[in-house]
T-cell receptor, first 114, second 114 residues
Framework: NAGVTQTPKFQVLKTGQSMTLQCAQDMNHEYMSWYRQDPGMGLRLIHYSVGAGITDQGEVPNGYNVSRSTTEDFPLRLLSAAPSQTSVYFC?????????????FGSGTRLTVV | GNSVTQMEGPVTLSEEAFLTINCTYTATGYPSLFWYVQYPGEGLQLLLKATKADDKGSNKGFEATYRKETTSFHLEKGSVQVSDSAVYFCALSVLSSGTYKYIFGTGTRLKVLA
């Protein structure tokens, strides 16, 4: 019963480096999202996907790419890391057709860009 | 538009005190309402939910009632414990353009002192 699994848990990057944050879920959820959490700003939606092959931008998409080739996986790519991307990143999933279900969250990736 | 407003924190209480965290919402249609809890260093966990007017969600001694007339979903607990110290997020899901969208409040930090 793994739920939503995020890797790595911690990462330090240098400015300009790229990396991929991994997210996988084993609940056959259609809907997956990436959020960033910054002090005093709550959760901000980066990108989301309503199913394999379908992705869309959230409110803060710049500097990030996503793809959804399978139902299970939804990786988040940082193209050229900047200090402003220092944050805690959460992946979440849900049933797309059941708004009453709620999200299941991963445990997060704490990213520091120096 | 759709939005969630919750009281600013931090909220500091003594053990066994009564807790209320206010949450109001704006939504088109008929949203489902949620409370999530985030313990230090962890992801968000679903605490309770309500899917229609006058429903009461409850879990671990916490309760919240879906009040359509006041568009509110206030979180309450009769006697808090030190272990309840966490950040609490109010959220809603609403059908938008054929899929469910999740909107989160900015979170309220609760500190319970022994």
């Amino acid at each position: 019963n793994a739920g939503v699994t995020q890797t790595p848990k911690f990462q330090v990057l240098k400015t300009g480096q790229s990396m991929t944050l991994q997210c996988a879920q084993d609940m056959n959820h259609e809907y997956m999202s990436w959020y960033r959490q910054d002090p005093g700003m709550g959760l901000r939606l980066i990108h989301y996907s309503v199913g394999a092959g379908i992705t869309d931008q959230g409110e803060v998409p710049n500097g990030y790419n996503v793809s959804r080739s399978t139902t299970e996986d939804f990786p988040l790519r940082l193209l050229s890391a900047a200090p402003s991307q220092t944050s805690v990143y959460f992946c979440a999933s849900s049933y797309g057709d059941r708004g009453s279900y709620g999200y299941t969250f991963g445990s997060g990736t704490r990213l520091t860009v120096v | 538009g759709n939005s969630v407003t919750q009281m600013e924190g931090p909220v500091t209480l003594s053990e066994e005190a009564f807790l209320t965290i206010n949450c109001t919402y704006t939504a088109t249609g008929y949203p489902s309402l949620f409370w999530y809890v985030q313990y230090p260093g962890e992801g968000l966990q679903l605490l309770l939910k309500a899917t229609k007017a006058d429903d009461k969600g409850s879990n671990k001694g916490f309760e919240a009632t879906y009040r359509k007339e006041t568009t509110s979903f206030h979180l309450e607990k009769g006697s808090v414990q030190v272990s309840d110290s966490a950040v609490y997020f109010c959220a809603l899901s609403v059908l938008s353009s054929g899929t469910y969208k999740y909107i989160f409040g900015t979170g309220t930090r609760l500190k319970v002192l022994a």
